[in-house]
């Protein structure tokens, strides 16, 4: 992979991605701090070094980092996993988050991360990658309509929190709608899915 390679920008120094190593966990957390911030979750961020080091460095990581470098300014990074689509019986990667600081913004930081995640899904015989977009950010949207994505107004993101994964762990799944009066809203803008 060339994770290393210069991508091309507009000015100042060249963009590089690479994968994330242990070292790069304090500017993780950082990024996913401001990434928390800008989507209004600064109240529920709870990274910590031991848990980016378990989920991204450990014997049973679960996702990948990479990250982009101006020179030697961290300017921006994504987390992404493998999945399976059942439909094309092929992998996917799930883009779970990409942040670009707001002043690396415009140099191709943003393009040279998804190049990389493109590249790792040609690797491996991907056949989508996908993630999720606040609806409201249209800065976003309209990068990521640049790139070739194609919303998908069928699909609603839905999850649960972990006190609803301890619910249904013992069969007593619990129904915030109900308990609200409000039904299931989509919260997120999905990429087509399979």
Request: glycine share 8%; proline share 6%.
């Amino acid at each position: 992979m060339a994770y290393s390679e210069p991508f091309p920008q507009s000015s100042q120094d060249p963009v590089t991605v690479r994968r994330a190593v242990p070292a790069d966990i304090p500017d993780l957390i950082e990024l996913t701090r401001q990434l928390a911030q800008f989507q209004d979750l600064g109240d529920r961020f709870a990274a910590t070094e031991e848990g980016i080091r378990a989920g991204l460095f450990g014997r049973h990581r679960s996702a990948e980092a990479i990250v982009a470098q101006c020179g030697w300014e961290v300017a921006g990074y994504a987390i992404f996993a493998q999945s399976f689509s059942s439909t094309r019986c092929r992998p996917k990667l799930i883009v779970e988050d990409i942040f670009v600081m707001p002043g690396c913004r415009d140099r191709g930081v943003g393009s040279a991360l998804f190049q990389a995640i493109a590249e790792q899904a040609r690797e491996r015989g991907a056949g989508r990658i996908e993630w999720t977009v606040l609806r409201d950010n249209q800065e976003a949207l309209q990068f990521y309509d640049r790139l070739g994505a194609v919303p998908s107004p069928e699909w609603v993101t839905c999850g649960v929190d972990e006190n609803a994964i301890d619910a249904l762990s013992t069969g007593k799944p619990s129904n915030p709608s109900e308990a609200s009066g409000q039904a299931l809203e989509p919260r997120t803008s999905n990429l087509e899915r399979d």
